[in-house]
């Protein structure tokens, strides 16, 4: 599958508050094409796809969240971008140029334009916070001077500039993550890369990362891809999402419309803190309709559709009683999210009113099944 | 003999000692580092991948290791000859201990830095590293308090090897209480030596604990 995040979706920060970005726009900054990745295989043991063919692009400005569970594949898929992987077959392309087809030396001059930060931040334990964000821009030969200039600045972008003499050790969990965000920033990168940034955090500090990368993102009109397992995040920050499962993305678009409606069964999953069923009703869900039985229907409320008191016309619209069973509101991507599941009579001529009902508003509904 | 001329006798062994704990251990080590960095990061899939040799440079380590320090005093008569024109003295005797010491801090720094989490290795990568960057910049700073201990450790059991270079004339504190204290029946002579040996033990084991503490900052409460 192909998903093309036109140049029009890049977020306006990219061109507005951010840094002239090299690549002509229009092309995307990373972009996937066809890439598969077996690990193994070699004597005489079975090999192990981690990729089985990713299609897959980021525009720029973009944030970008790739969400799966834990060995869907990816962490691989966020390591081909910088080259830590290489992938079997396909192509990775950052911003114009195919990684894969990199020197040695050319791929350790792209890594200084891709910022990455990691679950368990991967600070050195012998140097201080100044001198772990100082550390790219020794390997890249910058000059004590410039570094000095450089560092602190960067220290209080993230909110760390007292803390410039602190070793890891003495800095909490969000506190090491923000030395890795700034350490991550320091060669002036036009991509970040994220791997399960916020996952070793608590829920309060995991806000406060990913609202700090967010600033940077709007800011710096830095591009970001991130990888997670916690639709939380992608909620939260992302402008674009990909659902990966084993090995393969199956789901992906603009995270409003994949939250409104998921069509694949691990991104329901994945939704399942606001989306997915209660035990007792999961359980409870048959097929097909047998007589008596109440059709169990989600609505889903976004843009115009959630200002409107259409829940009560439903009642007066259908004739029947309705039963609400569970839902939410919550905001995403700073728009209103209503998830209603409610149950009615499944008789025909109800039904048909139903339909008539959703097609006139537009709501968008989902039979699940029927229940007794 | 007067106590006296049994004092100097001690201070000599003392300083015998000294001279060859010091000069083996500096120069064992200066050859063992190299080599432990190299088993560390030379295996399948790691910075300087040559698992063969690899292998190879393992084999003969363990060989060397396994020998007893004895018999490898004797053993290589022929190449300290070759070194240091003699093969008995205090000199003569550094190039066994050197020999005996390279593949023990060998082993000591490998342990030290395949104990450094691989995540750092990552990092590093994705900054743009060299691996000669990531073994100075990373490992090596990161193993900084591992390696103080190793040398720690080298220069105790280097102490221990270096009483039994007696037997290729090489002096040192185990020869004087082997041939006055045992062989010539003093008793207080070879109390003396046990007691200056834990002394001397017990500071440079300090010395090292002090240096590698002041160097972790893993732990950092004070």
């Known amino acids: 599958m192909t998903i093309q995040y036109t140049a029009t979706d890049v977020a306006p920060s990219a061109q507005a508050g951010g840094k002239p970005q090299g690549a002509p726009s229009g092309t995307p900054m990373v972009s996937f094409e066809g890439v598969t990745k077996r690990f193994g295989g070699t004597g005489g043991q079975p090999a192990f796809t981690a990729l089985g063919g990713v299609d897959f692009t980021v525009a720029h400005g973009a944030i970008a969240g790739i969400i799966g569970r834990s060995g869907a594949g990816k962490s691989t898929l966020v390591r081909l971008v910088n080259g830590l992987e290489k992938p079997t077959s396909g192509k990775v392309i ?12 050319g791929l350790r001059d792209l890594r200084r334009q891709i910022g990455m930060i990691f679950q368990h931040f991967n600070l050195l334990s012998s140097r201080t916070a100044f001198d772990n964000v100082a550390l790219p821009l020794e390997i890249a030969g910058v000059d004590a001077k410039t570094i000095k200039a450089k560092v602190g ?25 923000r030395v890795g965000i700034a350490r991550a920033l320091a060669t002036d990168p036009k ?57 393969l993305i199956v789901e992906s678009g603009r995270v409003f419309d994949v939250y409104a409606s998921p069509k694949h069964d691990t991104t329901r999953t994945l939704l399942a803190s606001s989306l997915a069923l209660p035990e007792w009703l999961r359980t409870a869900i048959k097929p097909t309709p047998s007589a008596g039985d109440r059709a169990l229907v989600r609505l889903v409320f976004f843009g ?66 029927y229940v007794a | 003999m007067s106590p006296e001329m049994l004092f100097n006798l001690l201070l000599k062994s003392l300083g015998q000692t000294a001279q060859m704990v010091a000069a083996a251990g500096i120069i064992g080590s200066l050859i063992g580092l190299p080599i432990g960095i190299f088993l560390a990061t030379s295996g399948k899939g790691e910075l300087f991948p040559a698992p063969t040799i ?30 240091t024109g003699t093969s008995i003295g205090t000199y003569a005797a550094i190039v066994p201990l050197t020999i005996a010491t390279i593949p023990f801090f060998a082993r000591l720094v490998e342990a030290a830095i395949r104990e450094i989490d691989k995540g750092l290795i990552e990092a590093a990568r994705a900054m743009g590293a060299t691996p000669t960057q990531i073994v100075f910049k990373v490992l090596l ?5 591992s390696l103080m201990a190793a040398l720690t450790m080298t220069l105790v059991s280097l102490i221990g090897y270096s009483a039994m270079v007696g037997a290729v004339g090489g002096g040192g504190l185990g020869d004087l209480g082997i041939r006055y204290g045992y062989q010539r029946f003093m008793p207080e002579m070879m ?29 950092r409460k004070n």
Request: net charge negative.
């Open chain 1, 94 to 105: 950052v911003d114009g140029t195919e990684v894969g087809g990199l020197p040695e030396s």
């Open chain 1, 153 to 177: 600045p960067l220290l209080d972008l993230v909110g760390l500039g007292d803390k410039a003499r602190s070793y890891p050790s003495e800095l909490s969990g969000g506190q090491k993550q």
């Open chain 1, 304 to 369: 115009e559709t959630a200002f409107q008191p259409l829940t009560g016309r439903l009642v007066a619209e259908l004739g029947s009683d309705v039963n609400i069973l569970a839902g939410g509101i919550e905001e995403i991507g700073g728009k209103p999210f209503g998830s209603l599941v409610v149950s009615y009579s499944a008789e025909p001529a109800v039904l048909e009113r139903a339909n008539r009902f959703y097609a006139e508003t537009g709501l968008t509904t989902e039979v699940l099944g």
């Open chain 2, 54 to 83: 690899n292998r190879i440079v393992g084999l003969i380590i363990n060989a060397a290791r396994s020998t007893p320090f004895i018999i490898l005093v004797v053993a290589i008569i022929p190449f300290t000859r070759l070194i």
């Open chain 2, 191 to 219: 109390l003396a030596v046990v007691v200056v040996l834990i002394v001397l033990v017990q500071l440079v084991q300090s010395a090292g604990d002090g240096l590698a503490r002041r160097f972790d900052k893993r732990n």
């Open chain 1, 191 to 247: 991509l970040l890369l994220s791997d399960e940034a916020t996952s070793a955090l608590d829920p309060e500090t995991t806000q406060s990362i990913l609202q700090l990368l967010k600033r940077i993102n709007a800011e710096l009109g830095l591009t970001v891809l991130l990888i997670t397992h916690e639709m939380e995040v992608v909620k939260t920050i992302a402008t674009d999402v990909a659902v990966i499962d084993k090995g």
């Open chain 2, 141 to 145: 700073a990161e193993a900084r308090p």
